[in-house]
C-alpha cells in the first residue's frame, strides 16, 4: 500500500491537519496511519470545534424557526416566555451538536469492538474509537454544507434542509422516498 504524497517516509505519524485532509483524499493511507498510531483527541477537539462554529452560525435561524413555529401554532406567550423558549431551544441545539457526535463515537466503537470479540478479529478499542472519530469527517463536511443550506433559506424551511438526495424532492415531501434517501 502506497502512503500518500504528504505521509513522511521516516516512519513518523500524520499530524492532525494531515489526517482530517486525509481521510477525504487519501482515506485507506490515513487510515492506516490512524490504526498504527492512534492518537485522536486533537481530532476530537477539531471536529468538536468545527461542529459548534457550525452550529453558532446557524443559532439565529434556530431562534427564528422557534418562534415562526410559536406564531404558526397560534401561540401567544408572554416575551418572557417567548425568550425562553428561543434560547431554549438555542441551547439544546449547541448541547445536542457536541453530544450527538461524542455519543456516535463512543458506541460505534463499541459496537465494531463488539463484532471483532464475535469474529475473533479483535482490535484495540482505543485504535476503533480513533478510527471512527477520525471516520466522522465526511459527516462533518456534510454539515457544514447543510449550515451553509440552512443559513440561505427562510427560517421557515428550516426542517427541509438535507444534504441528501432528498433535496431534489419537492418541499413538504414526507412520503417512503423521501425518507429513504
Same mark, same amino acid.
Given at each position: 500500500?502506497?502512503?500518500? #504524497?504528504? +505521509? ?7 499530524? !492532525? $491537519?494531515?489526517?482530517? @485532509? %486525509? /481521510? ?26 468545527? /461542529?459548534?462554529?457550525? !452550529? ?10 422557534? /418562534? ?5 401554532? &397560534?401561540?401567544? $406567550? ?6 425562553? &423558549? ?10 445536542? &451538536?457536541? +453530544? ?16 471483532? @470479540? ?5 482490535? &484495540? @478499542? ?9 471516520? @466522522? ?12 443550506? /440552512?443559513?440561505?433559506?427562510? #427560517? ?6 438535507? !444534504? ?6 419537492? +418541499?413538504?415531501? %414526507? ?7
Amino acid at each position: 500500500m502506497e502512503k500518500p #504524497a504528504y +505521509a513522511r517516509a521516516d516512519g513518523i505519524q500524520l499530524n !492532525t $491537519v494531515q489526517r482530517l @485532509y %486525509g /481521510i477525504i483524499v487519501f482515506p485507506r493511507a490515513t487510515l492506516q496511519d490512524i490504526v498504527d498510531n492512534p492518537a485522536f483527541f486533537r481530532g476530537l477537539a477539531c471536529l468538536l470545534g468545527l /461542529i459548534l462554529i457550525f !452550529t453558532l452560525a446557524i443559532l439565529p435561524k434556530i431562534g427564528a424557526y422557534t /418562534i415562526w413555529a410559536m406564531e404558526k401554532q &397560534s401561540l401567544h $406567550v408572554a416575551a418572557v416566555a417567548r425568550d425562553v &423558549s428561543v434560547y431554549g431551544a438555542m441551547a439544546a441545539v449547541v448541547l445536542t &451538536s457536541l +453530544a450527538q457526535p461524542l455519543l456516535f463515537f463512543f458506541v460505534t466503537a463499541l459496537l465494531f469492538f463488539l463484532f471483532g @470479540y464475535t469474529t475473533k478479529k479483535q482490535a &484495540s @478499542y482505543r485504535v476503533l474509537l480513533a478510527v471512527c472519530v477520525f471516520a @466522522y469527517v465526511p459527516v462533518a463536511v456534510a454539515a457544514f454544507l447543510q449550515s451553509v443550506l /440552512i443559513m440561505l433559506r427562510p #427560517a421557515e424551511n428550516l426542517l427541509d434542509v438535507t !444534504t441528501s438526495l432528498a433535496m431534489f424532492l419537492p +418541499a413538504g415531501e %414526507g412520503g417512503v422516498l423521501y425518507k429513504v434517501l
